[in-house]
Each structure stands twice: as C-alpha cells, then as structure tokens.
C-alpha cells in the first residue's frame, strides 16, 4: 500500500487549445478511498489514466509512495485498474482471467490459485469459477473485474466508472460492496465517476472537478454542508442545491418581493448582486407572508414526503422559461398543488451566500 501524490500534473492533447487536466494538486493517503467527481469532460478519467501511465503527463509529476512514476510504464507502477467494460477474455474462465496477470508474471501455479480461490471467497464467485464471462450477469462479470484487480495485490486500485454499465438496483447493491471490501483490504484506492451519489456514499473523501481544474477535496459531508463556490454547491446534493441570485439590498438580498435576512458582514463582501444556496431539505412552507414567493409546477408524493417544484413569483411568461425552478422538499400530503402560489421559508442557519463576481461562498 502506498500514497498517491499529484504535483501540478498537467495533460494537454495535441490540437487541444488548454489543458484537460490542468496543474493538479492532490495527494491521497495511504489506503484511502478517493472519488474523484465531476459532468463529462472535466478531467477526472485522464487524471485517472495518468496516474495508471495511459496518458501522458505534459508536465508536473505523479508519486506513488515516495516513488516518481511519471515516466514509469504501466506494468511497473504496482496498480491494478478496474475498467467501465469490464475487459476479460471471453474465451477464458473466470478463474483463468482472474489468474491471468499473475501468469504473465510467472507466478507458480500453487499460488496462483490459491490467490484465485482467495479472491473468489471474498467476492462471493466460487461457483462461477468455471464459466465463461458470457454465462454471467453484469454484476457477477464486474466482480470478476474485480477479483482481477484483487489478486494482484497492488498498492493502488484505480477504477473508472465500474458501475456504469449496471441498472440502477445492481448499482447500489454493488457499491456498498467495492466500499466494503475496500476497507476491508484497505488499499489505497482512486475511483471515478460523474455520479455525485456515488461519489457521497462511497469515498472517504471526494475530489470534485470541473474543465481539467480541482474545485474542492473534502469530506462527503464537508463538500455538502460547506461548498467552496457555486459549482460545487449546485453539483453536490440530490436534488440539487437552489441557487437563487438578488439584488444586495439594506438587511439582506431581494428575492422577488421578499428580503432574505443576511448579515452586514457578509453583504460588504457581496457586489450588487448575490447568489443564495438553499438545500430543498432546508425550506418549509411558510404559513405567513414572509418567505420566497413562488408558483407552483409540479408536485411530486412520494409517500414519506414529497417535493415542491416552481418558480419565482412575478416573472412574465418570458421570464419564467428561463428562470431557474426551485424545489422544497416537504412532508406528504402538504396540501399544495399544482398552480398555487406559496411562499417557503429558508433555514437561514443552513443558508450559504455567494459572491457573483468570484463565484465564490461568503457566508
């Protein structure tokens, strides 16, 4: 097991025109769980094929323990990668494909199965051990993906999007399972996605990107209770995060004909204008009339609670299509429908304000 230390490695592509990995800052302990999260684009898989040695490193460096393996060929990094497609052999069986790399590597047979066997164990594969890939499911196939990775007893597990390929009910079931038997080996281990819900429930902590730059690495909780700026802010959350922008006004920022309450001290770091961040969890109807206007869309029961979608009041019909909808997450049965006018009230304890100019929290 080792850490895993980027130093302003950067990726540029020929022809590209800036980086896709730009100048990155990041340094994984030893037997961590990392995510790294962000929308398609961002960075976060050449990152990943950077540190396996499958791209480039244009400048910067990549630390593997105290090692500098950024020249270093794949084979000789200590890593194991886990792929979207899974990538076995389909005329092997499992055991055959989970053995593979440590045949190449002249392991003696002995061993070798007993490793197999080993992993196999853990993974709850042992009757499979004989089929070939295609008389598996996805889930029993990603498994076997993962005992490959298992048997080769790496300091480093890389995995790009591994979930991607399941339905969405495999999907959970199988990520509390790579997290579980992570912690179980505890081995350092870098993970992908763009699934921020798979990114909050699995890493111990997660680094969030967007156009090949870091924007924040916390905790899970952190990155939700205490976002950095407002592409964290609206990335992280499901739903996500209401993000409303005012005019900064005496006592607080306007939103339609209501004042949110802001300290002083925050609106002299505010320009004229200012973004509030409201979780749906942090609002409740108001039964007075102070709260934030709005009309409502849609309402979704979902038997526990449900959520309140619409938008601002007192916009044209213009204005309305492109305004950003709001969402409350309420108790079941509220008594709201679709076309009223409500108003919701803002936890302001919970409530995060953000600079326009510098997209960045200041509250």
Partial sequence: MATVTFKDATRVYPGADHPSVDKLN?????????VLVGPSGCGKSTSLRMLAGLEEVNSGQIFIGDRDVTSLPPKDRDIAMVFQNYALYPHMTVADNMGFALKMQNVPKAERDARV????????????????PKALSGGQRQRVAMGRAIVRQPQVFLMDEPLSNLDAKLRVSTRTQIAALQSRLGVTTVYVTHDQIEAMTMGDRVAVMRDGILQQVDSPLTLYDKPDNLFVAGFIGSPA?????????EGGVQIG??????????????????????RPEHLTLSDTEAGIPIDVSVIEELGADGYVYGTLSGLSEDARLTAPQLTARTHARSGTHRGSKVRLMPDLTRMHVFNDSTQKRIS
């Fill in 241 to 249: 995060m209401n993000l409303i922008k005012g005019r900064v006004v």
């Fill in 26 to 34: 990041l340094e994984i302990g030893d037997g961590e769980f990392m």
């Fill in 257 to 278: 004909d209501w004042v949110v309450p802001v300290a002083r001290e925050v609106l002299a770091k505010a320009g004229d204008t200012a973004t509030i961040g409201i």
């Fill in 117 to 132: 066997a080993e992993a196999a164990k853990l993974l709850g594969l042992e009757e499979f051990l004989n089929r070939k």
